[in-house]
């Protein structure tokens, strides 16, 4: 069972934490009142791990889902779009955390080394 909490940023875009291993967030954009939002991005970093850009820019190169880069410290981040503008079945949304699963656990073993 997945732990996680919800905060209100702005009327448009809410954040939501997922304690799991790696903990991750999801931020709703362009929603209306918490309502009707345009898109979620899935986001994970890790803090203090060193990884060479090349195998960065391999994972860009060769993956469809998640985008990577380093941050302004030179960790690593993971990132997944998902366009929800007209709605979204929850078997779509499913495949959509699902997806995201598979990123995080092949970026983790091709990037990472683990």
């Known amino acids: ?10 009327m448009i875009k809410c954040k939501c934490y997922f304690l799991t291993d790696p903990k991750y967030i999801i931020t709703f954009y362009g929603c209306e009142n918490g309502k009707k ?3 979620i991005q899935f986001n994970t970093s890790w803090s203090g791990k060193k990884v060479l850009m090349n195998d960065i820019n391999n ?5 469809r889902f998640g985008k990577a880069y380093l941050d302004t410290d ?7 779009s ?33």
Do not use: H
Not at 59 to 63: A, S
Not at 82 to 92: L, Q
């Open 1 to 10: 069972m997945e732990l996680y909490y919800c905060t209100e940023v702005r």
């Open 37 to 39: 939002c345009d898109d």
């Open 59 to 63: 994972w860009n190169r060769d993956k």
């Open 74 to 80: 030179g960790d690593p981040v993971l990132q997944m």
């Open 82 to 114: 998902v366009n929800i503008d007209f709605g979204v079945t929850e078997k779509n949304l499913e495949d959509a955390f699902d997806w995201w699963s598979k990123a995080m656990s092949s970026f983790k073993k091709d990037v990472l080394k683990e």
